[in-house]
């Protein structure tokens, strides 16, 4: 199981990588800015120094190496605990999730910010501009949450508790 | 129960930590006109004329467009 999160994590990097540098240098998006491609889909370039939807945006070094470190934090945390993971679902969100922090990870350290380009809108409301790591964080994050409601472990326990329940009565 | 809410919540955290996208913003209403910095002369002597003539007089944000768009008056 360790395995297979190790490699659905180097698949997302993979393609978050592959997603940026074609963005960065093929369509050279930091130059034109914005591509239009559908009516609620545009390609737009946004550096963001900061975490999500532009929170805690940090100016200079210092607040850039804090976030590298911190996100490096958790993906180490979450390596850790795919290594006791039993189940294929757990250890595919959870590879998920360290692929698309490891590719955000590498944004901030060699560029200061982290690309985003993918941007859903409709009329002038706008979707957070996101981008592939993004993308998969999130997929990873809701089947985490996912398997903590509906996975194995949660009927187990779910069935065990009314088991003690019932002894109670 | 409340352990999974836990575990939800702290879940979204991370992923909203790991994450960065960003809201695109539209232009900043808060931006405060910028004035050149105020500094010390270097010297108190008239300075020779046709210095710095692209930024002479430009500080409303009017004017600076207006330059932008068809260059300085005298130019």
Known sequence: ?169 | MRNKLLLTAMMLGIAGTLAACSNREGPDEFAVLKNPPLVMPPDYHLRPPGDESDVRGAYTPQEIAKRALFGSPDS
């Open chain 1, 1 to 169: 199981m360790f395995r297979l999160g190790l490699t659905v994590a180097f698949c997302a990097l993979l393609l978050d990588r592959v997603s940026k540098w074609w963005i960065m240098e093929v369509v050279e998006l930091p130059k034109i800015q914005m591509v239009q491609i559908l009516p609620i889909f545009n390609l737009q370039w946004v550096e963001n120094r900061g975490v999500s939807f532009g929170l805690l945006s940090a100016d200079g070094d210092l607040g850039r190496w804090a976030l590298v470190v911190l996100t490096a934090l958790i993906a180490i945390g979450l390596g850790i605990w795919l290594k006791t993971v039993q189940t294929r679902l757990l250890a595919i969100a959870i590879g998920l999730v360290i692929g698309g922090a490891i590719g955000n990870i590498y944004d901030r350290t060699v560029f200061g910010y982290v690309a985003d380009f993918l941007q859903f809108h409709l009329g002038d409301w706008s979707f957070a501009v996101f981008n592939v790591a993004d993308s998969c964080i999130t997929v990873g994050a809701l089947l985490l949450i996912w398997d903590t409601f509906l996975g194995p472990g949660s009927k187990k326990e779910a069935s065990n508790k009314k088991q003690s329940d019932q002894t109670k009565v």
